[in-house]
């Protein structure tokens, strides 16, 4: 489970989360909307500690994420995390890709991990592209890359910030596709995101957020089709 | 002169002075030379002949890949020996041209480069011919992606302008005079920390009036390539 | 084309000194190449340090180095540090500045690399649970490779041809030892061709080497 409690967090003068609560149960899709810079990317950061926080808590299954003993690395292999831009690492094909986080950081063996690279590219389906470069791979393949490096770290979270946002338009399905079948897995994820269509049929909650605070937040399906709050109607209307 | 007092005089400041406007001379003369023929170089590599461009690579890689010196007293013995003997100064001035050229030359084409092809069809296609898309897109385009690189090359140039000194080159450059007040006053450490600071102050002079032109530049809006 | 008459035989007569003083020149290059790179990693991470003293060693040394020439920097080793009692031979001088010019020089290239970086490849790196030196060594670096090798190719190209100022000083690497055999046989212009052509081949051999380094390293 986790729990965020009054989470602030300011770049500068600039304060982009002010006070957020959140929590997010094991098997849950908590999508995350709203304008750009309203502080949905950066909670994900704070989520797995890739940012500080100035004030407040996150708590991953009870354990306290910015408390200076806490081993960061240690937390972060619970949560995988794929970014708007791939971040696919050039220099290493699909396959080592995949396998390099389970082999040095989870100390498997070599052909192990091949292996399991295997088999999860094949799982997004990039079972042909095992030796590719990132450089060979269109955006699509290289986010579904990054997701699969993700997934074979076995983490019990998946946090995706705006993971289609970068893909040219007939390349976003193929992603969202990956995405649904890992809702269907019963993955945790915490995703944010643009695409409100498929938040309404993937997300069993999504929250709004707005200038750093959380306006409204509630099942999927209602609070899409049924925003109680101005700024939520307002949103909806100009981006559905 | 003072050539008796063992001392630093005012007229050493002079005699180094003189020096740094000889090295400013020796730089601004075969910069311009250099840049003008390693721009037709740079220019002629990019015109698709298969043949001029590895005839030019060639000529190319073979200034950048001989010292500076050797080629000094190389052009001046060739000179000597095909019966064409000119002063150590003007053949300096070519060798430092003909050498720098090697290296504007590969800036020049890497400008060229910069500008996308795009670009230079959209030109084209608004009926521009060769020569004017040449002048008015590519060559302000490329200029401005690659003067940061020609800027290092010219500062790079006044520091080879010291070796001209083998040819016994006369007037004396910056580093010659002051070698010539060491051998006087004998002190070294002193005087070479002075010729130092007299470069350290042109390269800057440059490198800071290259950035206030950029910075001017800028201001009129970035190209996105 | 001229009435001069080129003897080559002569040149013939004293390769083995040619290639002898052309293996001092690639010692020296290699010397200053191996200490500068050492000594331009060090100064490269202080370059970030916070510590004030730090960065302002380090921004003093690549200024120097950089804004000066090398045969000023060689002279300030030869003749200059005399003042404070430091005695170098003209090899030592001539390796002490060219190892300081390229330590500047390479200090600002390896920063160059780590900069072209993109910052999201640590997020990754990180959010995969990599500790800080399990990113560097897997992830970072070797991208960093990929970005200063053909500066640092560039880098030692220069350093061999600036180990040819030795010759002012009287240091018999190969532009030295060329200058004194031409004065012994007044056959200036086939020596010195003869140690360009020498060059021109170490030069080439460093760059086709390089070039196949890059190929079979840096596939992606």
Not at chain 3, 176 to 189: D, I, K, N, V
């Amino acid at each position: 489970m986790i729990k965020i409690e009054g989470v602030r967090k300011s770049f500068g003068a600039l304060e982009v989360l002010k006070g957020i609560d959140l929590t997010v149960e094991r098997g849950e899709v908590l999508c995350l909307i709203g304008g750009s810079g309203s502080g949905k990317s950066t909670l994900l950061m704070c989520i797995n500690a890739l940012e500080g926080i100035d004030a407040g808590r996150v708590e991953v299954d009870g354990i306290d994420v910015h408390a200076p003993q806490t081993e960061k690395n240690k937390l972060r292999q619970k949560m995988g995390i794929v970014f708007q831009q791939f971040n696919a690492f050039p220099h290493l094909t699909a396959r080592d890709n995949v396998a390099l986080a389970p082999r040095r950081v989870l100390g498997q063996n070599k052909v192990e991990t091949l292996e399991l690279a295997e088999h999860h590219l094949a799982h997004v389906g990039l079972g042909d592209k095992l030796d590719h470069f990132p450089s060979e791979l269109s955006g699509g393949q290289q986010q579904r890359l990054a997701i699969a490096r993700a997934l074979a770290m076995k983490p019990d979270y998946m946090l995706l910030d705006e993971v289609t946002s970068a893909l040219d338009p007939e390349l976003v399905g193929e992603v969202l596709d990956t995405l649904r079948l890992l809702a269907e897995e019963g993955i945790t994820m915490i995703a944010v995101t643009h695409e409100i269509p498929f938040a309404r049929e993937v997300a069993d909650r999504v929250a709004f957020f707005h200038q750093g605070v959380i306006h409204e937040v509630g099942p999927a399906k209602s609070l899409i089709s049924n925003p109680q709050m101005e700024r939520t109607q307002e949103f909806l209307g100009k981006i559905l | 002169m003072n050539n008796l007092t063992l001392t630093f005089t005012a007229n050493d400041f002079m005699l180094m002075l003189q020096g740094a406007g000889i090295t400013f001379v020796l730089t601004i003369v075969s910069g311009f030379f250099g840049s003008l023929i390693g721009f037709i170089i740079g220019w002629g590599r990019s015109l698709g002949l298969w043949w001029l461009y590895y005839l030019l690579g060639l000529f190319i890689e073979v200034v950048r890949s001989v010292p500076l010196i050797i080629q000094f007293v190389l052009f001046n013995s060739f000179l000597a020996i095909a019966g064409y003997p000119i002063d150590p100064f003007t053949s300096g001035i070519i060798t430092l041209s003909i050498y720098i050229a090697a290296y504007v030359a590969e800036v020049v084409k890497a400008g060229i480069d910069a500008v996308p092809p795009t670009m230079v069809k959209a030109a084209r296609g608004l009926g521009m011919s060769y020569f004017q898309c040449f002048r008015f897109v590519v060559v302000p385009i490329g200029t401005r992606s690659v003067l940061p690189s020609w800027t290092g090359l010219m500062l790079g140039l006044m520091k080879d302008t010291s070796l001209i000194a083998v040819l016994g080159a006369s007037p004396p450059e910056l580093l010659r005079s002051s070698q010539i007040i060491i051998t006087r006053i004998q002190e070294p450490l002193a005087i070479l920390i002075g010729a130092g600071a007299f470069y350290f102050i042109m390269c800057h002079f440059i490198t800071v009036a290259v950035q206030r032109y950029e910075t001017s530049w800028a201001s009129k809006g970035k190209v996105t390539a | 084309m001229f009435d001069y008459r080129f003897q080559w035989r002569v040149v013939w007569k004293h390769w083995p000194e040619l290639l002898e003083a052309a293996l001092l020149t690639l010692q020296i290059t290699v010397l200053s190449v191996v200490f500068g790179l050492m000594i331009g990693m060090v100064l490269s991470v202080w370059r970030k340090s916070d510590n004030k003293i730090l960065y302002w060693f380090t921004a003093t040394w690549v200024a120097l180095a950089r804004n000066t020439p090398a045969l000023l920097q060689i002279y300030l080793a030869f003749f200059g540090l005399g003042a404070l009692g430091i005695h170098f031979s003209p090899y030592t001088a001539v390796l002490a500045a060219i190892t300081f010019n390229n330590a500047g020089y390479l200090a600002e290239i390896l920063r160059g690399g780590m900069d072209s970086i993109s910052p999201s490849q640590r997020g990754a790196a990180l959010g995969l649970g990599m500790k800080p030196l399990q990113m560097y060594v897997y992830v970072i670096f070797p991208q960093v490779l990929k970005a200063v090798f053909l500066p640092i190719t560039n880098q030692i190209v220069w350093a061999m041809l600036g180990t040819s100022l030795g010759m002012i000083i009287g240091l018999q690497e190969l532009t030295g030892m060329t200058t004194f055999l031409q004065s012994q046989t007044f056959r200036p212009f086939e020596f010195y061709l003869a140690a360009a052509v020498i060059y021109l081949i170490v030069c080439e051999t460093i760059l086709i080497f390089a070039r196949l380094v890059a190929w079979r390293a840096f596939r992606w």
